[in-house]
């Protein structure tokens, strides 16, 4: 039995094959829409979210399946103290998978090795977000015809950010790849991951100013400052709007880069970027669907 707690549990080859058999469900949905029949999947959310659940949600619908679940610590036992190792092995008699968000880091680790059925990390705390990595390899291979070979700009919230630190870490593993951290100082990315940029001699540069780095940007990866992360409010209130993208930034930019963007967003992206053909975090989302069918088939060791 295998769980998904990081992006780097799959190697390079076995992300390769997923991504193929995502585009191939995306090509060829009816071929898949019976491959779960009889199967259910829990998700077990203990923390707020629109696309994970909805769209594993969905994965698991167009895929024949079925689904059981709650949406909020508080409509589940963990209100009257039950521990995630308990849910898990009662969940592993009513379901074949299970999807866990938790805002505690490691909670769904702790999970998997009670569990009975594969668990997959739906993000814990400040710490990972394997699903949402998988969206975003997929969206630029998809996108761009590859992975790797490019300047991938990360700006925001890149301290707490667990989109940004899952995908750093999936992306040191292909060629060529160059990042440029973009902050301010408050929530520049966390010394271990630039000492791990360092050893691995893999090129990075931190900046505040987002407009002068733009000209050389084959991706822009936006994120938004997470005020749930926050343990002061003064300090969010002061920062939320550091970067506000728009199009008067957008013209810097190449003609063929892309803006991604886990979402949700708030200020970060001005509405007037979505229609720019190079904002594609809407497109990202729904890539969101097509790997979460193709992992839950891959874990479920039902692939056609
Ligand atoms: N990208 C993401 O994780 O969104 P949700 O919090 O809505 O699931």
Known sequence: MRHLMSPLDFTTEELDRLFDLANDIENH?????????????????YEPSTRTRLSFESAMTRLGGRVIGFAD????????GESVSDTIRVI????????MRHPKEGAPMVAAEK???PVINAGDGGHQHPTQTLTDLLTIRSLKGRLGDFTIGLCGD???????HSLINALIRYENIRFVFISPEELRVPDYITDMLKEKEIPFQEVIRLENVMPQLDLLYMTRVQKE???NE??????KDFYILNADKMSLA???????????????????VDSDPRAVYFRQAKYGVYVRMALILTLLELVP
């Open 254 to 272: 190449k003609k063929d880069m892309l803006v991604l963007h886990p979402l949700p967003r708030v200020n970060e992206i001005s509405v007037e």
């Open 29 to 45: 949905p009816a071929k898949y829409a019976h491959t779960c029949d009889s199967r259910i999947l829990a998700t077990c959310f």
């Open 92 to 99: 592993s008699g009513y379901a074949d998978i299970c999807a």
């Open 229 to 231: 992360r926050f343990f």
């Open 115 to 117: 569990s009975g059925i």
């Open 73 to 80: 610590a508080t409509s589940s036992s963990a209100a009257k």
């Open 158 to 164: 890149l301290k707490f950010g667990r989109t940004v």
């Open 234 to 239: 003064e300090d969010y209130v002061r920062l």
